[in-house]
DNA sequence: GCAATAGTGTCTTTCAGACAATATTAG
DNA sequence: CTAATATTGTCTGAAAGACACTATTGC
């Protein structure tokens, strides 16, 4: 038997129904040298006052024709619920989070993306009915509205398999010394790193030129200072 | 200035417009010692005789509730669409791609996935309006539907940049030879592979369990027979 | 014996991880 | 001089790539 190879026809695309597309954002930043995750609680049904990652809809109408581009409503919506600029910060797909009653309401497809940013940034946004979770914390993610505990265990499964430098880059303030960079490295990979192999590695990232030196250095207390560098123009993800 | 977190309300969830969601496949063989990319000529506006890739439309409302998930529409329209059982071939996704604009009809979010089938299965499609073409042959990708040469582009990355074995294990008939192995493998990576580090590669998987010897030996012409091995029972990525 | 493919071992390079000593500052 | 942090180099083991020979079959 054989099968011929059918397109969607164009009067199928129009009358079949279509589910919401959203974007739940896992923004992690370094809190006392471990990576936490913001969450806010649930003021409304469902799930109401639970822990749940900022998230928001993907504009499909405005702007003129078809709306925005995933990676432009992942910025936008970030933008919107933490005041921070985007342009700074790393963003990373986590794919498409899609099981059937996910959401009770109705069929959401939620876009996962993992943001970083730095302590000063992390500082800037408003801890009213918003909080940082240590994301080793195991008791938060239990309780988690929707299937958001999944969506930040992908998370840490990306953040574990993927090249940590970007996400570890966008997590230190600028500049930052080698400490500081090494500090943010075991953060991301939950595991102390060797000072004298990181600086090797370091040297690398030198080498080719993803950070450069900025010239300064930097001294704290009674100590020998340290050089201080800043990441290339170019390392944000879109 | 602070920021306070806020959710999307449930009427805003009802109101805002929807996308389709679509799933096109990537489903790549092996054609004389090459990797091929099953396509589809269109019959039908947009695009209308042009290639494009299989695809289909996630189900939102049948099987009572919510629809399927979007892994279970992947397999679904790839038995479809092939009339190939889905138990057998290697699923990996390639991510959302919602460029606006992309459909020129109505805003439609695809994912992306890729699909290896083993040279039986492949002999199986239908080639009245559809075609095997070597993915390294620039020239068809020129002129594909919508943005499926971009899916296609992306396919490479992922099949360049992810281990080879799930997807080569895929695209060998069972049970098969070191050899044909190793085929699967310089199809995968687009280089020919030292036989006799491959073989010390290929020990490992014995090793850890993925391979398992079948027993036989197979002996094409006038030369030494090989032993004959299978993939173990869980190779397939839901 | 000859043709053809299957199967095995060694050397080198590269990278990651374990490990200790020296350098520069404040006090 | 002491405290504190910054910076540098060597050894070792694992894995990948380059490379040549022996083994088993059909004819």
Same sequence: chains 1, 2.
């Avoid at 996962?112 to 408003?126: F, I, M």
């Avoid at 195991?138 to 929707?146: D, I, S, T």
């Avoid at 010394?177 to 790193?193: K, N, S």
Wanted: net charge neutral.
């Amino acid at each position: 038997m054989t099968i011929t190879i059918q397109s969607v026809s164009s009067t199928e695309l129009e009358r079949c129904a279509r589910p919401i597309v959203a974007v739940d954002l896992v923004i992690v930043a370094m809190q006392s040298g471990a990576l936490s995750v913001l969450l806010h609680r649930r003021t409304e049904p469902p799930f109401e006052g639970t822990w749940a990652l900022p998230s928001g809809v993907l504009d499909v109408a405005n702007q003129g024709w078809q709306g925005e581009s995933i990676a432009e409503a992942a910025r936008r919506i970030f933008e919107y619920q933490t005041g921070i600029a985007s342009a700074s910060c790393h963003f990373a797909s986590l794919g498409a989070f899609g099981r059937v009653g996910r959401d009770p309401r109705t069929r959401v497809i939620s876009m996962g993306w993992l943001v970083g940013v730095s302590p000063e940034q992390a500082a800037r946004v408003d801890t009213d009915l918003t909080c940082w979770s240590a994301i080793a914390n195991e008791v938060p993610w239990l309780r988690l509205a929707f299937d958001h505990a999944e969506i930040i265990a992908t998370a840490e499964a990306t953040i574990g398999t993927t090249d940590a430098t970007s996400l570890a880059l966008s997590l230190v303030s600028q500049p930052f010394t080698v400490a500081d960079l090494r500090g943010a490295y075991e953060a991301v990979l939950g595991r102390p790193q060797d000072a004298r192999n990181f600086r090797r590695k370091f040297q690398r990232l030198v080498d080719i030129g993803t950070v450069v030196a900025s010239g300064d250095k930097r001294h704290q207390g009674k100590s020998r200072p340290a050089n201080v560098w800043r990441a290339a123009a170019d390392q944000t993800n879109p």
